[in-house]
């Protein structure tokens, strides 16, 4: 046995980014930090700055959590870079006198980015460039599950019950702001006003008068030139987890996970409810369904993952109607994942506690190519 074969796998996790999620990315990695099995893995925290910088940082998940009070933030550590070398790829330090010194190879990429610059193919497009196996979905499903415009056209072209939406692109807005605020006229209110490639609520207003909407779109607009419009949908929020199949079989799904927001200072599950506010919200798993219904959740999810595509973990996300009906309201390819989070609660309820999850997203991404597949 050589010496290589008893070295143990190589672990980058890459968080922070250039996103608006930047401090979730943040949080998300602390949990990961903290959880991820160190007598299996040899683990590499690197930070990527708000501008785009990866930088070597602090391997103590309370530097990156929310403990402090305070958001965390990457601000910069000793400059890396991921480079190709004959042995494959490694990361190299770069000094401040100019030297470059390598930190080892790399033997897997687990990307904790959430949002643009990280989550929407972006990276995972750089990664594939680099030959180097990663965690979690390709470029396409990344790309579409960033984008909540693209994504309801291919969930509708695979056949899901979409709610209502319109979509303003930054041309339209820049011809004509009135004409493409009339687009929306069609649409019943409360509407939800979102940047069409953002994530964890940031930007999301809800509209409940027309005097509302143009503040509500140049809002969104900060975060995104294009904007989704979405009518309310009465019903229950309720998502569901899936896992990919190891080898050629099926996606898994979890049991079902319900967000119900508490009545009082939040009008939906908004920023301030998911990150800050810890009384806003109830997150219930698994969520009590009629008989078959969360059956029926369960085969949805894995056929809206199967639709973009996906790859590794998804979350996807469904209004239960007081009808009976699930309308698909999003997918995230890189759903929050601390401890406490959605997904790796439902996964926990469903017989996959935390750490080995985290080791099922391993193997499945050290046992698929990179490339075409």
């Known amino acids: 046995m050589t010496q290589d074969s008893l070295r143990k796998p190589r672990i980058a996790l890459l968080f922070g980014g250039r996103s608006s999620e930047h401090a979730v990315s943040c949080v998300t990695a602390a949990g990961v930090l903290n959880a991820i099995d160190r007598e299996k893995y040899d683990v590499v925290p690197v930070g990527i700055t708000r501008s785009g910088s990866w930088s070597l940082v602090e391997q103590d998940p309370a530097d990156w959590s929310l403990s402090s009070g305070e958001a965390p933030e990457v601000a910069g550590g000793t400059p890396v870079r991921l480079a190709d070398v004959s042995a494959g790829s490694e990361l190299q330090a770069h000094d401040g006198n100019g030297s470059v010194r390598s930190l080892g190879g790399v033997d897997l990429v687990f990307p904790l980015l959430h949002g643009p610059f990280g989550e929407d193919g972006t990276l995972q497009g750089l990664l594939e460039l680099a030959d180097v196996p990663y965690v979690g979905s390709g470029v396409s499903a990344s790309a579409i599950g960033m984008d909540k415009h693209y994504m309801k056209v291919v969930f509708e072209a695979a056949g899901f019950d979409v ?211």
């Open 163 to 373: 709610g209502p939406y319109v979509v303003i692109t930054d041309k339209e807005w820049q011809r004509d702001p009135e004409a493409a605020l009339a687009t929306s006229g069609r649409l019943d209110y409360p509407l939800f006003v979102k940047p069409a490639r953002a994530g964890s609520s940031v930007g999301i207003s809800r509209v409940d008068d027309p005097s509302q909407l143009r503040a509500a779109v140049e809002a969104a607009r900060e975060h995104d030139p294009k904007v989704v419009i979405e009518a309310g949908i009465t019903g229950r929020e309720i998502e569901c987890g899936v896992l990919e199949g190891r080898g050629a079989s099926p996606a898994r799904a979890s049991l079902p996970g319900e967000i119900a927001v508490e009545a009082g200072a939040h009008t939906f599950y908004d920023f301030e409810a998911k990150y800050v506010d810890g009384a806003a919200a109830t997150l219930s798993c698994p969520a009590e369904l009629p008989e078959g219904a969360g059956e029926e959740l369960g085969r949805l999810a894995v056929a809206a993952f199967d639709a973009v595509g996906a790859e590794g973990l998804a979350r996807v996300d469904f209004f239960y109607t007081p009808d009976g009906r699930w309308v698909i309201n999003e997918i995230n390819t890189m759903p929050g994942f601390t401890p406490i989070s959605m997904y790796p609660q439902m996964w926990a309820a469903s017989g996959l506690p935390y750490r080995e999850l985290i080791d099922e997203l391993i193997w499945l991404a050290m046992n698929r190519r990179t490339g075409l597949r």
